[in-house]
């Protein structure tokens, strides 16, 4: 079955860059999507196909895919940023697949 | 504007069955080119994708969770409802139903969650 690998935690100083990545096998091959999920609410897609963000999402935030690894990236990181991260994609044979997810925390 | 509200009960019985429902609005899943699809997550832990219905009925199901899922859809409702037999304290967890584009396997919208804990 396809898996998807992510950090468990990335830390980024306000103001900054994060960078959050998916790993996966060719995963550069998939159309990747992350979502951001803050503490007791629902996921909220930030980025879908890799690179493009739904309407009311920052431009700060951006995705890129290729080889085996996915990224999302986050500009100028806030403190509202701070959430959990998932990846995800579509497999032939797993069906949906989402990443362990990333703990963002801005410092 | 479109809405997903899951629902479900609280609190059920190990060996019980769980039946969720996803109403929704906005959309209809018999015209529309949409999927609806059930996730859930464990408190603490990550989003694990249960089960997908599309427009035209067609069903995907978790590999490692396809024989206790059963999901289906009621376009004169806009409801889509998922069946899981033999609940056990490991199911415990918030579930969710969501929209996807058929297509694009991108969850745009999501319902708000329905906490489901499984105890004798």
């Known amino acids: 079955s396809y898996e998807l690998t992510q950090p468990l935690s990335v830390s980024v100083a306000l103001g900054q860059t994060a960078r959050i990545t998916c790993g996966g096998n060719?995963?550069?091959?998939?159309?990747v999507h992350w979502y951001q999920q803050k503490p007791g609410q629902a996921p909220v897609l930030v980025i879908y196909r890799d690179t493009n963000r739904p309407s009311g999402i920052p431009e700060r935030f951006s995705g890129s895919n290729s080889g085996n690894t996915a990224t999302l990236t986050i500009n100028r990181a806030q403190a509202g940023d701070e959430a959990d991260y998932y990846c995800?994609?579509?497999?032939?044979?797993?069906?949906?697949?989402f990443g362990g997810g990333t703990k963002l925390t801005v410092l | 504007q479109v809405t997903l509200k899951d629902s479900g009960p609280a609190l059920v019985k190990p060996t019980q069955t769980l039946t969720l429902t996803c109403a929704f609005s906005?959309?209809?899943?018999?015209?529309?080119?949409?999927?609806v699809s059930w996730i859930r997550q464990p408190p603490g832990k990550a989003l694990e994708w249960l089960a997908r219905v599309d427009w035209d009925d067609d069903k995907f199901y978790s590999t490692s969770l396809k024989t206790r899922l059963t999901i289906s859809k009621d376009t004169s409702e806009n409801q889509v409802v998922l069946t899981m037999t033999n609940m056990d304290p490991v199911d415990t967890a918030t579930y969710y139903c969501?929209?996807?584009?058929?297509?694009?396997?991108?969850?745009?919208?999501w319902g708000q969650g329905t906490m489901v804990t499984v105890s004798s």
């Open positions: 906005g959309f209809s899943l018999s015209t529309s080119r949409m999927s």
């Open positions: 995800q994609v579509w497999d032939s044979s797993t069906a949906v697949v």
């Open positions: 060719n995963v550069g091959s998939k159309n």
């Open positions: 969501a929209r996807s584009p058929v297509g694009s396997s991108a969850f745009d919208i």
